[in-house]
């Protein structure tokens, strides 16, 4: 804070397990992440090379070496581990994963069919090498996923080994826990927040109401993800109130 200005939320400081922020790049070079680093890698922890864009960017050790010497995980997009078991390359892409010292993988079946037992076995083997995050919901907008099925499904796996449970929405904020328009699936958001321990979820939202609704609702240590790689200043200061939408949060009385 450049001014100690009173009733504005104490952010836990990195590395933290609650409030944390996943930004997602769609292609930055190794300039763009550095400037996005020098402004913001105290509000960033974990940095998401989007979709399958690892197979393609330049320079692509140096920017995840940006990322990590800011204490900053990166990791590869889901998208990236379906491209490859869809192909059967399951040792291939772990061997990708190390030649690019990767530690942290996502699993996720949101463009493929996946046998949720098949993905549990890939969490439980990566995670004996690598920390695991996974996520739950399709990027198909016909393919509708009960609220009760969520719940077990993000139960199931943790309980394999993930760390964290991404909640699907896509970078666009129009599927899984939002509806087509944008607006919050209120019913599976709370039957999520009634039945898992929420600091195991990290949030896909990435519109300003979506960030601006989990805020109000879960406070300012709401991990949040998706966040556009301009926006992660204007997120922080939607979790601290510094910003219309959140204005009277943190005020009181």
């Not at 001014?3 to 930055?28: A, C, F, S, W």
């Not at 993800?225 to 510094?242: D, K, M, P, S, Y």
């Amino acid at each position: 804070m450049n001014y100690n200005l009173p009733h504005v939320p104490t952010r836990e400081g990195k590395p933290r397990t609650i409030g944390q922020t996943m930004v997602i790049d769609k292609g930055l070079s190794v300039v763009e992440a550095q400037n996005m680093v020098d402004a913001a890698a105290d509000y960033i922890d974990y940095a998401k090379i989007g979709f399958g864009t690892a197979l393609i960017t330049k320079n692509l050790h140096e920017k995840i070496k940006v990322y990590s010497q800011a204490d900053i995980t990166p990791y590869f997009g889901g998208t990236l581990f379906e491209l490859f078991i869809v192909r059967n390359m399951f040792d291939e892409f772990q061997k990708f994963l190390d030649t690019y010292n990767i530690g942290m993988v996502e699993v996720s079946d949101g463009s493929i069919e996946l046998d949720q037992e098949k993905k549990l076995h890939y969490i439980q083997e990566l995670s004996k090498n690598f920390t695991v995050i996974s996520e739950v919901g399709s990027k198909e907008a016909d393919k509708v996923l009960s609220p009760e099925t969520w719940i077990n499904l993000i139960k199931s796996e943790l309980d394999a080994g993930s760390i964290k449970v991404i909640t699907e929405a896509r970078e666009s904020g129009t599927i899984g826990i939002f509806n087509k328009d944008g607006s919050a699936n209120k019913i599976l958001i709370d039957t999520i927040i009634n039945n898992i321990d929420i600091s195991n979820i990290m949030w896909e939202a990435p519109q300003k109401n979506q960030q601006a609704l989990f805020v109000k609702l879960l406070g300012e240590s709401v991990n949040l993800g998706n966040i556009a790689t301009n926006e992660v200043i204007a997120l922080e200061a939607l979790r601290l109130g510094l910003r219309g939408d959140t204005f009277f949060q943190f005020l009181g009385e």
